[in-house]
């Protein structure tokens, strides 16, 4: 929701160019919040805002305001002001920006930045979205190893300005090798020891990642050390840059996301909803329904193969919706299971055994417990033409079904796995589609088997 | 997978008691890591492993061990030295690790732990399994405001064994209210300023939560004003603790399971899936499956009033997997979409209108496709006696379906966040299963109005 609390009275003070009540504005609040203060503003009116922040304020307020936001700012307003805020941006937020604006526009403000920031644009540019380097900021804090530990805290101090988080210290030797990191922390409860210089504190058994690594290897190593920030490197072992917890963080919601839409099989988009073209995205839904359509076909197919059955004894296409779904059903819990355990660690291929083991006793608990529904389902729809024995068919084949549902629910995922693909690649439509063209032969099998009135 | 590389001599090193062996494997690499290749060790193995580790170092690996590991030490090595590690943890962990061991070993455990850290245990304990409360930590900083930001850093300095993070220090008053908080970063900015004290520097307009919010609200602040820990406060804002980034990072990561195992229709689980009982696990499983198959039940009852025309016309039998698996998808891919866009902040409740809209649009689009896939199926299996009309039966409802299922799929969730539900609640399968039903009452419906060999 847009916050407008104050949407008026800021308009009055731009209006009245009340300079001593928008310094106080922009100065008095948290950045973000300002910036959550300012969302209902035109572009032009915001930038106009921002005029009274002093450079840095500036910056940070511009960061917290919405991605949309900020490139309509950057593509309406005044080039030259624009170019000076570019080059104070984190370096890693401004190139995922300027990805983002008319590349008419881009090319018209990089002619206006420092050489120096236009070069580092261009390189972190470079790393294809989704990669360690695309996440990562050069803005890290680099000391000589010789420093003792309370001047390496005066040059933090000199430096903070320029950088991302002071909060880790790397140690590079002259060819820019990354040779040992220490830590904020490091420093202040050293603060008293003049004896002791950086090499003697810094730690050696790095945790690094390298640039073309992907994002979710990024956040799952982050997570697991509790890392406030992490090294990037190349091949060579070369300093390239940081990455930071809080792009760490975005990195866990934008896979959830992208984990949310693809297991109901829609590839995961960049831009919000209401922001792409309503024919861009049927394209985007279309692909998976029609692979799942001809799926459908596919049942049509099996389902008339048994067609002299089905008219013989009309009740069985009653319940094919509940056989079909019930096997569905069974097997997405079972992926689910299976594909949020591997993604935390807590299982492993080679369990292999003992999960087929499971899914099959949990398949053979829960078929016995679907059986006696549709036994009952069975009972309610048939009351005149009740035969115990010719009832049987659906429980039987319900058992059957939902052991054969666990099974395939939890083998994909770990055979996907063992493939080297994502698990969770494997969506929730494509389980149930193969469960349910098995689950209407067995269910004609089990039919074949039970009726006698069946041709066979 | 667990590290085996170097079980085999860690247990020759245990076996011949090799002192400086061990004490070196304890403090040559990142704890993490050494925690990583002792995860093979059984519980006292590992134990006399970490008696070679000095105390903190003890306490680091300890920390990065799996919790089952964790758990097993505790229960099963000496309680005294165990009673020491314990006051020596993270005060928001121990109470975690301690909520999962065996009461009886709790109760062994407290009566060993000194007073005062064993009234923070039960203090800390004391708070709901996914609030605030439950995930802070009391071992923050907190200095007068009238300290030099040098004198800051030298006391943080001599506290930072006791505290879990040294970036941020909190001024409270004499009744502990939250007065401000200052960075470590503006303390290594102003270090050579000595006019400043900390309460020139420190931030007034604070970002608190209360220590019963819920969890995400936590995760969603922190991620929003990008921070590296959050402050607790009760509701007269007096300070409790602090929530630290890689607890929220933990949050986020549950959460994603937890919506991965709802949308499938699981109840979510503390522990992993090869350790609950199998039967345990099955009764969670069962739930759902038979709420669905309750809705099975209803299908076949709908399928069954229409016995008659299925019987007359047998083909129309043979699409409705067909014609239910396209609503049922297109309502999961709408669902999808708003539930990660309602969770993202990037559409609101009062786009409602701009929403039905486009999905009014899209369902049209798509099922304009699938209605094409499903002419060509009706052909296919229609040939021999293939009428182009009757064969518009089924891409009519095709069409009608796909787009019922549209809006069905992105109001639910609209409506479960109106009546202050969590719209990921609205699992997959519910949508699934509303869409099912209708789309057979469609199906039927203009199946009547088209064949004249139907009953009407």
Chains 1, 2 share one sequence.
């Not at 689910?336 to 807590?346: D, E, H, S, V």
């Not at 006696?372 to 084949?397: H, K, M, N, Q, W």
Request: proline share 4%; with cysteine; aromatic share 8%.
């Amino acid at each position: 929701m847009i916050n407008s609390l104050y949407l008026p009275e800021l308009r009055e003070m731009l209006a009245t160019n009340d300079a001593a009540e928008l310094r106080e504005f922009c100065t008095a609040l948290h950045p973000a919040r300002t910036a959550e203060f300012m969302e209902g503003l035109e572009a032009d009116e915001a930038w106009r805002v921002l005029q009274f922040a002093d450079a840095p304020a500036r910056t940070d307020i511009f960061g917290y305001l919405d991605r949309d936001k900020q490139i309509s700012i950057v593509e309406n307003c005044d080039r030259d002001q624009i170019s000076t805020l570019i080059a104070d941006l984190p370096h890693d937020d401004r190139v995922d920006l300027l990805n983002r604006v008319e590349p008419a526009v881009v090319e018209e403000l990089m002619a206006l930045v420092p050489l120096e920031e236009r070069r580092d644009i261009q390189r972190l540019g470079a790393y294809e979205e989704g990669t360690a380097g695309a996440l990562m900021t050069t803005e890290f804090a680099s000391l000589p190893e010789t420093l003792h530990p309370r001047e390496a805290l005066e040059e933090l101090g000199r430096q903070s300005e320029e950088l991302e988080t002071i909060y880790y210290i790397y140690i590079v030797d002259e060819e820019r090798h990354l040779r040992g990191t220490v830590s904020a922390r490091q420093l202040v409860s050293h603060l008293g020891k003049r004896d002791k210089q950086l090499a003697d504190l810094m730690e050696r058994d790095l945790v690094t990642v390298e640039a073309s690594d992907d994002q979710e290897t990024v956040a799952d190593r982050v997570a697991r050390y509790d890392l406030l920030a992490i090294p990037v490197v190349d091949h060579e072992h070369h300093m390239l840059g940081i990455i930071t917890h809080d792009d760490v963080i975005d990195v866990f919601r934008q896979e959830a996301t992208e984990d949310a839409l693809r297991s109901a099989g829609i590839e995961p988009l960049q831009a919000g909803y209401l922001d792409i073209h309503v024919l861009r995205m049927a394209w985007r839904r279309a692909v998976w329904l029609v692979i799942l359509g001809l799926g459908g076909i596919l049942t049509a197919l099996a389902l008339s193969s048994y067609s002299q059955n089905l008219q013989a004894v009309a009740w069985l296409m009653f319940f094919l919706p509940l056989v079909m779904s019930s096997g569905g059903n069974t097997g997405n819990q079972s992926a689910a299971l299976i594909i949020t355990n591997l993604t935390t660690g807590r299982i492993h291929l080679s369990d292999w055994w003992r999960i087929v083991w499971r899914e099959l006793l949990m398949g053979v608990c829960l078929g016995a417990v679907l059986a006696i529904i549709g036994y009952l389902a069975t009972y309610i729809l048939l009351r005149e033409s009740f035969s115990a024995f010719d009832a049987l068919v659906v429980p039987i084949t319900l058992l059957l079904v939902v052991v054969f549902g666990a099974l395939v629910g939890s083998l994909l995922p770990l055979l996907f796995r063992r493939l080297g693909l994502d698990p969770a690649l494997m969506s929730n439509p494509f389980v149930a589609g193969i469960i349910d063209i098995v689950g209407i032969i067995i269910y004609m099998k089990v039919a074949l088997m039970m009726l006698p009135e069946l041709v066979r």
